[in-house]
């Protein structure tokens, strides 16, 4: 149902962006968002964004660099990523809450998904 796409291998400094199809019209109205899980670390969340775009979150840890958007005629969620350094290296997931969370991109942040896309791989390397 969630189809990410765009990682790779890029040098500290650059930047790619992250796509994930939303497939089959599914996850209308819901909050949507992205995590990351480095090797030998947690799963942790990056970002979320509410169903409009008009409201969206960014973690610490890449607020400045990282932006978060989503083209709901496309069925389509973005992280583009600027900036890259080598501890942004893991494998990124696109997310969808639980249905009863759907709205809340507070419950996102705090881990309530119910639907993982498969990972893509981004490596920055020194």
């Known amino acids: 149902q969630l189809q990410a796409s765009g990682g790779g291998l890029v040098q500290a400094g650059g930047s790619l962006r992250l796509s994930c199809v939303v497939a089959g019209g599914t996850f209308v109205s819901y909050v949507m968002g992205w995590f990351r899980q480095a090797p030998g670390e947690e799963r942790e969340f990056v970002a979320a964004i509410s169903w409009s775009g008009g409201s969206t979150y960014v973690a610490d840890s890449v607020k400045g660099r990282f932006i978060i958007s989503r083209d709901n005629a496309k069925s389509t969620l973005y992280l583009e990523m600027n900036s890259l350094e080598p501890e942004d290296t893991a494998v990124y997931y696109c997310?969808?809450?639980?249905?009863?969370?759907?709205?809340?991109?507070?419950?996102?942040?705090?881990?309530?998904?119910?639907?993982w896309g498969q990972g893509t791989q981004v490596t920055v390397s020194n």
């Open positions: 997310a969808a809450p639980i249905p009863k969370y759907r709205t809340a991109i507070s419950a996102l942040q705090r881990g309530y998904v119910g639907t």
